[in-house]
């Protein structure tokens, strides 16, 4: 039992044991020299009540008493262990019956990336979707990505939201702030962990600093001073977005085309990349600074932090930029298939972003304020506050944009896009209650309540950047011909001489961005929970929560503009809704023996949601988002074999046709009959007329049951030998050109119906085991069922938006199956002068039936099932002077299935499995792939007395190579290449460094590089093909008072 937790009850000492515990509570066994407000670092211990034996008091009383019975004791060693919240999080990884990792606030500081989704870089088997775009945290965990799937709760609060990417779709966005980070703990797949927001694929918790970060052991005041600053940056180019409210025409060489502004002269969007040359200078576009203070008082704790960081982008690496020159996915793709005739390879990555040079769109600044305080009462009740506000600014690229581009651009061409910066306003609040009565078994309870408001603006839905409202959609013209004259390429109309401006009347002819679209989404909760001992085997933990959540989202698009881009984000997005949800569950515990423990409970969730986009528009009858006629049939042509016989027969029809002409002249009549009959055959054969196989639609899906080409009715892989006597050897069938189907056609009346309010609920349970082998090692077992309801995007309706998704019908929720297995040892016993050395190994297995996903049509639909499995390695070792930590994740299996998607994917041939590796073309599923295996290796060693610590860090993720994804490509199926592909990444090896010298007790130096090799490589799971940034030097201070 840890000196500082409470015991359960009163405790009869001896008064040898009450010596030994007085001893123990002093500051000097605790580490706390000349601390006289020692008792001030242990707010929480709580009042120890020591009861002695009956009649001591007056035995001691006599006299002579201290000398009669004198014992002379031998010494003891008497050692009192005591965890900071930092080792608390690193030794659950180890004590937890569930895979779980940690990372506490100075692993996050030394190691500190370029990008907040730099902060998973050192978690092994946790990853980040589109790391270099977004300002923002997207955890994959086991191949299992989205909102709603992997909840990332910052002090207790949730803030996840989806924003659209146009056709690369949606991504998940967890807006944190790296600067403010006390630890990271995060759980592999879903469990009833109390306190833990748990979703379908695991959990990310985040931890703010508090007061305990700041105040050393046995201090009651601590202020932290720490700044940094690091290489590798440079300041955007911010001239086009400074020009938003001025004139255009006030602009050297804007111009406009309808509506649109051009920037013949730089000023928009395009502009020259800044090369390698300024990557190794310290020249202050990569600062940051943080300040701190905060008490530790008997009653109370109080924290006041506020950061800063400003960063420019970064600079790429160099090394092993020629595997992404182009893209060999195309390797094996014939002449004709490819997507330029004749060329079978792509341009990619490293053809538009130069080795070593600037990334556009990679710049952030953060500005964060944070305020907590826990107020410590009577009866070991603890009430705890917490507030953030956070301003946050970072560049952001529009996947379509870069990946159309690339595929035109000459190799080595130097320009890049900087668009406008998106900007994220969020505030957080937090209110949590406990109450943990010493002598008082039946309660342990906890309570809480937090908000999360965050308002955003991006411009990314498809429309121009830079536009003016002008007259009757056109800028003034003479002014334009005016300037084109002097810039353009293609030259000017009549007179080049200065014109006189029209007068700029309510502004018609300032710039402004029609691409704008703003995001605000509001969630709000509860949470409540006790842990109750039953009996000295039994605990009964009961736990539930409720939160609402809404969402509200615009854009500055004109719905008439016309463009497929617009059209696609408008399709999109943007939507708005409102959604509920509660849960309640218990689990309980019971330790049959000392050496078997059993755990069982089950999870209750209901939910509601509502589509009030939907609902307005709907009421105010706006065009686009109306209930939509449908497909229930589609018609697929086809061409059949002529036998010997019917082709004989058809060859004499031709000539009995060709004879009814009245040509006299025999050569002529074999000509024509030669002619005709060669238009109509097919490699020397002859096929019959063209007939339609109607194939019913379930969904956007065709019934796999019932499509003839697919249920062996009819066999598109037949060949026949010597067909027609020709010697040979044909397909028996051919596709042929066909459209059309039937439609369901909705009546008048019902087109403008109000949408219903989405209802459901569902029951999950859990079961486990753990066998202790020994004390120090043991295996467990565990069994989890895990509900997901739709999140309000997937809930909700966009313009013009899908006719036959989910959002059209009662959807049914994601249903996880999870199976864990896992062994762990303490291997202290085998070198107890150690302070740590630990090993865990684990296996999981996971189906996911229902799995929501989109299809090639953007409609949002569920899949049959997902599924995945794959082993688990974490070990540590620490010898004081050396310590070292080593993690493994290896991917077994992860596929989407699902028979109809199938069947319409390749309607004809039916050469796509029912269950293929990452997900079906389009879908996110198909992007989420995680690295065959990854491996994190952190070593170091502290010297001169623990005043220098060097360490380093090795990451290595394999490839996801997906020989199905490559197949098709091959068979040049329809909609693997374009929207929403994977990109391929090549094996990745980065290595990281750092060093820390205490140069007193109040200031710490440390000295750091990333990616000491400066490599030039894709981060997995990109969304956005951006290369990752290439070697950075940080140095940083920290004072301590």
């Not at 990008?115 to 978690?123: A, I, P, T």
């Not at 389009?922 to 005043?947: A, I, K, V, W």
Request: hydrophobic share 30%.
């Amino acid at each position: 039992m840890s000196l500082l937790t409470p015991p359960p009850s009163p405790m009869r000492l001896k008064p040898l044991a009450w010596s030994i515990l007085l001893t123990l509570s002093s500051p000097a066994a605790l580490g706390e020299e000349n601390a006289p407000g020692a008792q001030a670092s242990t707010p929480n211990m709580g009042a120890i009540e020591i009861e002695l034996p009956a009649g001591f008091e007056d035995e001691l009383s006599r006299p002579g008493t201290s000398q009669q019975g004198l014992q002379v004791l031998e010494a003891l060693e008497v050692k009192g262990e005591w965890e900071d919240q930092t080792e608390k999080g690193e030794n659950d990884v180890y004590r937890k019956d569930v895979s779980n990792v940690y990372v506490g606030k100075e692993d996050i500081e030394r190691y500190k990336g370029t990008s907040v989704g730099d902060l998973f870089k050192g978690l092994n088997g946790v990853y980040s979707g589109e790391s270099r775009n977004s300002g923002a945290l997207d955890p994959n965990i086991r191949g299992i990505q989205g909102e709603g799937r992997i909840p990332v709760t910052v002090d207790g609060t949730e803030q996840s939201t989806s924003v659209w990417l146009g056709s690369a779709g949606v991504s998940n966005r967890n807006y944190v702030d790296p600067n403010m980070i006390g630890g990271i703990s995060v759980e592999k797949g879903p469990s009833l962990t109390a306190g833990v927001k748990s979703g379908i694929g695991g959990s990310v918790e985040i931890r703010t600093l508090d007061a305990e970060d700041i105040v050393r052991p046995g201090e009651t005041y601590g202020l932290e001073l720490k700044s940094e600053t690091a290489s590798n940056s440079v300041a955007p180019n911010e001239d086009g977005m400074r020009s938003f409210g001025r004139d255009y025409r006030d602009i050297e060489g804007a111009y406009t085309g309808g509506t649109s502004v051009y920037f013949a002269n730089g000023g928009g969007t395009r502009y020259t990349p800044h090369t390698d040359s300024r990557a190794n200078d310290f020249d202050f576009e990569d600062n940051a600074y943080r300040i701190a203070a905060a008490t530790r008082q008997d009653n109370f704790d109080l924290l006041g932090a506020y950061s800063y960081r400003k960063k420019g982008n970064y600079f790429s690496g160099k090394k092993g930029s020629k595997r992404y020159e182009s893209e060999s996915g195309y390797e094996g793709v014939t002449a004709e298939n490819a997507p330029v005739v004749g060329d079978t390879s792509a341009n990619y990555l490293a053809s538009f972003y130069n080795p070593g040079g600037e990334v556009a769109g990679t710049s952030n600044e953060m500005r964060t304020t944070l305020l907590k305080g826990t107020l410590y009462l009577p009866d070991e009740q603890r009430i705890k506050l917490s507030y953030m506000h956070s301003d946050l600014e970072f560049g952001e690229t529009i996947p379509y944009m870069i990946n159309e581009v690339i595929k035109q651009v000459p190799s080595g061409s130097n320009f890049g896009f900087q668009l406008p910066y998106s900007e994220v306003k969020q505030d957080t609040f937090s209110i949590n209650y406990s109450w943990s009565p010493e002598d008082n078994r039946w309660v342990d309870l906890q309570a809480g309540f937090w908000l999360t408001k965050s308002d955003s603006k991006r411009y990314q839905n498809g429309e121009q950047i830079y536009a003016i409202n002008g007259i009757d959609g056109r800028g003034d013209a003479a002014w334009d011909n005016y300037v084109q004259c002097r810039y353009s390429l293609f030259g000017c109309n009549g007179d080049s001489a200065m014109p006189d401006k029209l007068a700029n009347t309510d502004g018609r002819f300032n710039l402004f961005s029609r691409a704008l679209q703003v995001t605000q989404h509001d969630r709000w909760g509860v949470t409540l929970g006790n842990k109750m001992q039953l009996t000295d085997s039994w605990m009964l933990t009961l736990s539930g929560d409720f939160s609402k959540e809404k969402l509200e989202q615009g854009n500055n698009l004109d719905q008439e503009s016309g463009g497929v881009v617009a059209y696609a984000i408008n399709y999109l997005g943007p939507r708005g809704g409102r959604r509920e949800q509660y849960n309640f569950s218990f689990n309980n515990e019971w330790a049959a023996t000392p050496w078997l423990t059993f755990t069982a409970g089950a999870r209750y969730s209901d939910y509601n949601s509502f589509d009030t986009t939907l609902d307005e528009n709907r009421k105010g009858q706006v065009e686009g988002w109306g209930v939509n006629s449908y497909q229930t049939i589609r018609d697929f042509g086809y061409v059949k074999l002529l036998s010997d016989e019917e082709a004989k027969n058809y060859e004499a029809s031709v000539r009995d046709m060709v004879e009814s002409w009245g040509l006299d002249n025999p050569a002529e009549i074999e000509e024509a009959v030669a002619g005709e009959l060669a238009n109509a055959t097919v490699d020397g054969v002859y096929y019959g007329p063209v007939e339609v196989a109607q194939v019913p639609l379930k969904g956007t899906r065709l019934d796999s049951s019932a499509n003839p080409f697919t249920n062996g009715t009819i066999n598109f892989s037949e060949q026949v030998a010597n067909a027609q006597g020709s010697g040979r050897t044909v397909a028996r069938y051919l596709k042929a050109p066909s459209s059309g189907g039937v439609y369901q056609q909705i009546p008048e009346d019902e087109r403008w119906a109000k949408p219903k309010k989405r209802r459901d609920s569902a029951w999950a349970p859990m079961a486990g085991v753990t066998l202790k082998l020994s004390d120090s090692a043991r295996v467990y077992a565990r069994y989890v069922e895990f509900i997901r309801f739709p999140t309000i995007y997937e809930d909700t309706q966009a313009f013009s938006g899908s006719r036959s998704s989910i959002t059209s019908n009662q959807p049914s929720p994601e249903h996880a199956y999870n199976w864990e297995v896992g062994y762990v040892q303490d291997l202290l016993g085998f070198v107890p002068e150690w302070r740590n050395a630990d090993f865990r190994i684990n296996y999981y297995k996971s189906e996911i039936k229902d799995y929501i996903d989109r299809d090639f049509s953007y409609n949002i639909i569920q899949y049959e099932k997902k599924l995945l499995s794959g082993i688990e390695l974490q070990t540590r070792f620490d010898t004081g002077k050396y310590f070292s930590s080593f993690g493994v994740s290896y991917r077994l299996d992860q596929r989407l299935c699902d028979k109809d998607m199938a069947s319409t994917v390749d309607p004809y041939y039916g050469r796509v499995k029912e269950c293929v590796t990452g997900g079906f073309p389009t879908t996110f599923s198909r992007t989420s792939l995680q690295p065959h295996y990854s491996l994190n290796l952190d070593s170091g060693m502290r010297l001169f007395d623990e005043r220098l610590e060097i360490g380093a860090r090795m990451v290595y993720h394999s490839s996801a190579k997906n020989k199905e994804e490559a197949k098709w490509i091959k068979q040049n199926l329809d909609m693997v290449k374009g929207i929403n592909q994977p990109y391929e990444w090549h094996p990745i090896w980065v290595f990281d460094t750092y060093a820390t010298l205490h140069i007193n007790k109040n200031i710490d130096v440390d000295f750091g590089v990333n990616n000491i090799t400066n490599r030039y490589y894709l981060d997995p799971l990109a969304r956005t093909v951006m290369p990752a940034p290439g070697r950075t030097l940080k140095m940083g201070l920290t004072a301590r008072f």
